[in-house]
């Protein structure tokens, strides 16, 4: 069975630019989480989807960051415009219901310079 | 301020040794989980406890969730140089998200 996937492993990008981060979960997990460490800090939830549906998006840090999950399969986040404060490790992990198989990608290093 | 926080920061002991780790909270939690994580890679579940006062063991690796479900702690017996790694805790939210704290860093030496 396929774990989380995350793509790319890493991105480097320009203040300013935009940048879209892709979580695939595994196959039939319906809920998809969101989370961030940025350097020495710990990680910190984003948000999170039961199928297509946003359950809970209050650990969004601002409007720059949109997440999607078009058809309750992958899931997309995208930075625009992104800043210097948003580099850090993004790490996406599913579930099949409650805790049951939580599973973590390894993760998308963004660095914004 | 953290949610949770975790103790020591950093540990480096010989392999063979045993050691505990911490993980404390004001908070009461439903549930609690401790991960493994490697550089370049996700943290991977070792264990999930639910119950307060359980103990679960996993090989060498003993867990404990406190009676009142707002700690936890880990016990390695004879660790070895492949437990080194970052032991993560983390807190069940009301949806089940995860509430991190910052880590502890262990390194076993050979």
């Known amino acids: 069975e396929a774990g989380v996937t995350q793509f790319p492993s890493h991105s480097v990008i320009e203040k300013g630019q935009t940048v879209t981060l892709r979580c695939d979960p595994i196959?039939?997990?319906?809920?998809l989480y969101w989370y961030r460490r940025v350097m020495g800090k710990e990680i910190k939830f984003l948000l999170h989807?039961?199928?297509?549906?946003?359950?809970?998006e209050s650990g969004m840090p601002n409007n720059r960051f949109l997440a999607e999950r078009t058809g309750g399969t992958y899931s997309t986040l995208k930075v625009q415009p992104a800043e210097l404060e948003d580099s850090g490790v993004y790490f996406c992990a599913s579930s099949h219901a409650g805790l049951d198989g939580y599973t973590f990608g390894s993760g998308t290093r963004l660095t914004v310079v | 301020t953290q949610l949770l926080e975790q103790s020591p920061q950093f540990l480096s002991i010989q392999e063979g040794e045993n050691l505990t780790v911490y993980c404390n909270s004001s908070?009461?939690?439903?549930?609690l989980q401790w991960y493994r994580q490697e550089p370049g890679e996700g943290p991977v579940l070792l264990v999930t406890?639910?119950?307060?006062?359980e103990v679960k063991k996993l090989k060498r690796l003993t867990f404990q969730f406190g009676d009142a479900r707002k700690d936890s702690s880990l016990h390695i017996t004879a660790a070895q140089t492949g437990d080194t790694g970052l032991y993560l805790c983390a807190g069940a939210g009301n949806n089940n998200d995860m509430r991190f704290g910052a880590g502890t860093r262990l390194t076993v030496k050979p």
């Open positions: 908070s009461v939690f439903s549930s």
């Open positions: 989807f039961v199928k297509e549906s946003k359950q809970d």
């Open positions: 406890v639910v119950t307060g006062g």
């Open positions: 196959s039939g997990h319906d809920n």
